[in-house]
């Protein structure tokens, strides 16, 4: 696919990349910072040039073109996964998958793939969509809610709960334990030490519990299974239990939440919805790519030449994928939100060996989470009073979306133990 015709860029090309955080890019009026990687997407096009230098947290490569960070995503030789988070979170083992290179990888990858197949995580389904009544039962009486904090945060702990075989009324420990991995520790990290040493001992008491007492669960099976004789390590069952917690409940909540955001204001695509429910899957898909919640790193293994600029083995590489997903060469019109768009290839969940192991299961919360709240809520506004908030980080999306309604009637279904203790959790934020 053709560029369009590029214009003179209005910005320094150079300066954008030296100053690129991807931690912290800048917001715009309308609250994201969507204008800015449009900006910077446009830049770069006008004068080709799809990697930069950084000199944010001690200097790195920028990649912000679709096939340069499709190609190193799956030069699993060239570059390393050991470099996906960084700057690293407050963890004291590598993330299972996420920050593993072959061949461990694939060792732990056939581990553990099968409970993360679409016919295994549909079995959450039902669950799932009954929490999201009973969440909605909280607030529809009321008819306003900070759907971000009360429906999206709440949803992704409750169903990491469910395949971890964990007590559902811990959802809101696995929000605290997530913010101060992903983001406390970064401001404050001597405030976050003891919440993650509290994690840790919640994840080994309940492994070992597993080992003896083995359940149906996702944690029981891995910690079962076995390949060619072969077991994870108790090292590595830690750092399964951090990454489920990590990219289930993160990635999750802020793509659910910035899609509600989104339906508040875009009545058209709310209606569009509504009147074609088949449609949900593929709209998920292309708000995926629209407002990819998080960029990934690598770290360069050998000497490899990518749009035009050499990197060397050691080098820190950051795919801005939030930009490259919007890159006019790989997608028409990329700038518009379009639910049925065709051969939707985006890499907001990564490709080839290293797509995202909950890439069906974060499918299926969006999609069930967005259905169900439509069929309660299917009229509702953005709140101009409330506090409306974009959180950066290593993950970014909206986590406060206030909104207002016509007030509507509960369903009375009893209240689950896992969205009680939310309820709670919520109303003392």
């Given at each position: 696919?053709?560029?369009?015709?590029?214009?003179?860029?209005?910005?320094d090309l150079k300066a954008l990349y030296?100053?690129?955080?991807?931690?912290?890019?800048?917001?715009?009026?309308?609250?994201?910072?969507?204008?800015?990687?449009?900006?910077?997407?446009?830049?770069?096009?006008?004068?080709?040039?799809?990697?930069?230098?950084?000199?944010?947290?001690?200097?790195?490569?920028?990649?912000?073109?679709?096939?340069?960070?499709?190609?190193?995503?799956?030069?699993?030789?060239?570059?390393?996964?050991?470099?996906?988070?960084?700057?690293?979170?407050?963890?004291?083992?590598?993330?299972?998958?996420?920050?593993?290179?072959?061949?461990?990888?694939?060792?732990?990858?056939?581990?553990?793939?099968?409970?993360?197949?679409?016919?295994?995580?549909?079995?959450?389904?039902?669950?799932?969509?009954?929490?999201?009544?009973?969440?909605?039962?909280?607030?529809?009486?009321?008819?306003?809610?900070?759907?971000?904090?009360?429906?999206?945060?709440?949803?992704?702990?409750?169903?990491?709960?469910?395949?971890?075989?964990?007590?559902?009324?811990?959802?809101?420990?696995?929000?605290?334990?997530?913010?101060?991995?992903?983001?406390?520790?970064?401001?404050?990290?001597?405030?976050?030490?003891?919440?993650?040493?509290?994690?840790?001992?919640?994840?080994?008491?309940?492994?070992?519990?597993?080992?003896?007492?083995?359940?149906?669960?996702?944690?029981?099976?891995?910690?079962?299974?076995?390949?060619?004789?072969?077991?994870?390590?108790?090292?590595?069952?830690?750092?399964?239990?951090?990454?489920?917690?990590?990219?289930?409940?993160?990635?999750?909540?802020?793509?659910?939440?910035?899609?509600?955001?989104?339906?508040?204001?875009?009545?058209?695509?709310?209606?569009?919805?509504?009147?074609?429910?088949?449609?949900?899957?593929?709209?998920?898909?292309?708000?995926?790519?629209?407002?990819?919640?998080?960029?990934?790193?690598?770290?360069?293994?050998?000497?490899?030449?990518?749009?035009?600029?050499?990197?060397?083995?050691?080098?820190?590489?950051?795919?801005?994928?939030?930009?490259?997903?919007?890159?006019?060469?790989?997608?028409?019109?990329?700038?518009?939100?379009?639910?049925?768009?065709?051969?939707?290839?985006?890499?907001?969940?990564?490709?080839?060996?290293?797509?995202?192991?909950?890439?069906?299961?974060?499918?299926?919360?969006?999609?069930?989470?967005?259905?169900?709240?439509?069929?309660?809520?299917?009229?509702?506004?953005?709140d101009p009073t409330g506090i409306l908030?974009?959180?950066?980080?290593?993950?970014?999306?909206?986590?406060?979306?206030?909104?207002?309604?016509?007030?509507?009637?509960?369903?009375?279904?009893?209240?689950?133990?896992?969205?009680?203790?939310?309820?709670?959790?919520?109303?003392?934020?």
């Amino acid at each position: 696919m053709n560029a369009p015709a590029a214009t003179a860029p209005q910005v320094d090309l150079k300066a954008l990349y030296a100053g690129y955080d991807h931690l912290d890019p800048p917001i715009g009026v309308d609250g994201t910072p969507w204008a800015y990687f449009e900006q910077f997407r446009d830049a770069a096009a006008a004068e080709k040039q799809w990697v930069g230098w950084s000199e944010k947290h001690g200097g790195f490569w920028v990649v912000t073109g679709f096939p340069e960070c499709d190609q190193i995503i799956k030069d699993v030789d060239g570059f390393s996964s050991t470099g996906v988070i960084f700057p690293k979170y407050a963890v004291t083992e590598p993330l299972m998958l996420a920050e593993q290179d072959e061949p461990e990888h694939m060792r732990a990858r056939r581990l553990v793939n099968l409970s993360f197949m679409p016919r295994n995580v549909t079995q959450y389904g039902e669950a799932m969509q009954k929490a999201v009544h009973e969440l909605v039962d909280g607030f529809i009486e009321d008819g306003k809610a900070d759907v971000g904090r009360i429906l999206a945060d709440p949803i992704p702990a409750i169903v990491t709960a469910l395949i971890m075989g964990l007590p559902a009324e811990d959802g809101p420990l696995f929000d605290y334990w997530t913010t101060a991995i992903t983001h406390q520790f970064l401001v404050d990290p001597e405030g976050a030490k003891p919440k993650i040493a509290e994690m840790y001992a919640y994840f080994e008491k309940n492994i070992a519990r597993r080992k003896v007492e083995p359940g149906t669960d996702v944690l029981s099976s891995v910690i079962n299974a076995e390949v060619d004789g072969e077991r994870l390590t108790h090292r590595e069952l830690l750092g399964f239990s951090t990454v489920l917690l990590i990219g289930g409940i993160e990635n999750s909540a802020k793509l659910i939440g910035t899609s509600l955001w989104r339906l508040g204001w875009d009545v058209e695509l709310r209606r569009r919805l509504i009147r074609h429910p088949d449609r949900m899957q593929a709209a998920v898909d292309e708000l995926l790519r629209y407002y990819t919640p998080a960029p990934i790193g690598r770290i360069v293994r050998r000497e490899t030449t990518i749009g035009g600029v050499t990197m060397q083995p050691g080098q820190q590489v950051m795919l801005g994928l939030p930009i490259a997903n919007r890159d006019h060469r790989e997608f028409a019109h990329p700038d518009a939100l379009i639910i049925d768009r065709p051969n939707n290839r985006h890499l907001a969940l990564g490709t080839g060996l290293h797509v995202c192991l909950g890439s069906h299961l974060i499918r299926m919360e969006a999609r069930l989470v967005l259905s169900e709240f439509l069929k309660r809520v299917p009229d509702y506004t953005i709140d101009p009073t409330g506090i409306l908030k974009w959180t950066t980080g290593q993950v970014g999306g909206m986590s406060r979306v206030p909104i207002r309604f016509q007030p509507g009637t509960r369903r009375g279904t009893e209240r689950g133990k896992g969205v009680d203790a939310w309820l709670r959790h919520a109303s003392r934020a």
